[in-house]
């Protein structure tokens, strides 16, 4: 069965330092991976997803992740963080080909971001 | 391009009345999903739809919780009687097609609150 392990329930960055949040799935077969985002009281949206185009995948608001087969990860990343970035970041995993496309998430990671 | 609307965005009741949920998701997906966000976890799938049939329903307490989409358009998520435990978010969410690599479009949420 699919799973997904986000390392790290909190993270705390300062403005402008880089930003890390670690994900590993756990699937037989090569997933379709996704990173959503979700502001307090909104519902989630969408950061990036990985569908086996590229192992490098550039998203919304300066976000990327790299897929990384041999270590089974798909870590968010953000170069300089804004306090803006500060929300509930949860990692999916859905698939293979033909799934149903239901989501299978983690259990999320707070992202504070201290001026 | 209009979102996912979810109605009530907020409920309070007491355990064992029933309360119902809407969605309307975005014109022209076929397929919908509701799921479930317990404070501190990610969100469970509770039950997909193709147009309006059921795709996936195994993680529906079916003993308490019945949704439907008729017409294949919009939903309704229905919960009677009410247990302390489904205190949680609703989310709703629909894709254009039924796929492991389709973006699904979440709604806000609907809060329940069981008292």
Redesign the interface.
Known sequence: AQSVTQLGSHVSVSEGALVLLRCNYSSSVPPYLFWYVQYPNQGLQLLLKYTSAATLVKGINGFEAEFKKSETSFHLTKPSAHMSDAAEYFCAVSGPSGNTGKLIFGQGTTLQVKP | EAG?AQSPRYKIIEKRQSVAFWCNPISGHA?L?W?QQIL??????LI?FQNNGV??DSQLPKDRFSAERLKGVDSTLKIQPAKLEDSAVY?C?S?R?????????????T?LTVL
């Not at chain 2, 501190?40 to 799938?45: I, M, R, Y």
């Open positions: 996912v397929t999903y799921y501190g976890q990610g969100p469970k799938l997909q795709v996936d989310l969410a894709s097609r039924q796929g492991a690599s389709d973006t699904q479009y979440f709604g806000p949420g809060r």
